[in-house]
């Protein structure tokens, strides 16, 4: 499987990228889990956006938020792979360079994440530990989750 992977802010994006990624959040989040929510919540502006490519076709992606945004901790959001692609390990490809993204950019500190409650197992071996009660989120269960920093 030949992979590459782009980590960008939002102004370096290519018009290309952007239209690939929130096709790819939508095709997931709203038509596949059937949600309607506004995915487009000004906060894409102040993140880096982790791309993964399998040839030229966009097959993962995550969004890395800086502190403060979202939560008091570094978060990574929008977690998605294509539903074309799954079953071959790119969840833990895409998450695996988003954390290391994560300290590259900001350093040695905690990750939070809002996990669907059926992915907490996945989460689980990456590092990440549930903290706090489920809520629910769109019609899904959710619980935040963090991953320690490592000093």
């Known amino acids: 499987m030949n992979l590459s992977h782009t980590v960008k802010a939002f102004h370096e994006l290519s018009v290309t990228e952007?239209?690939?990624?929130?096709?790819?959040?939508?095709?997931?989040?709203?038509?596949?889990?059937?949600?309607?929510?506004?995915?487009?919540?000004?906060?894409?502006?102040?993140?880096?956006?982790?791309?993964?490519?399998?040839?030229?076709?966009?097959?993962a992606y995550t969004r890395i938020v800086p502190a403060g945004l979202s939560y008091q901790e570094v978060a990574i959001g929008r977690v998605v792979s294509s539903p074309a692609h799954r079953g071959k390990g790119l969840g833990r490809k895409v998450m695996v360079l988003s954390i290391e993204y994560c300290y590259q950019l900001f350093g040695p500190c905690n990750i939070r994440l809002g996990a669907q409650t059926y992915?907490?197992?996945?989460?689980?071996?990456?590092?990440?530990?549930?903290?706090?009660?489920?809520?629910?989120?769109?019609?899904?269960?959710?619980?935040?989750?963090?991953?320690?920093?490592k000093v």
């Open 18 to 59: 952007l239209y690939d990624l929130l096709r790819l959040r939508s095709e997931v989040f709203v038509v596949e889990q059937n949600c309607v929510f506004l995915d487009l919540d000004n906060k894409d502006q102040k993140c880096y956006h982790l791309l993964l490519y399998q040839e030229n076709e966009l097959v």
């Open 119 to 149: 992915a907490l197992g996945f989460y689980e071996s990456l590092g990440f530990r549930a903290e706090g009660d489920t809520y629910d989120e769109d019609g899904i269960e959710h619980i935040e989750m963090v991953r320690k920093a």
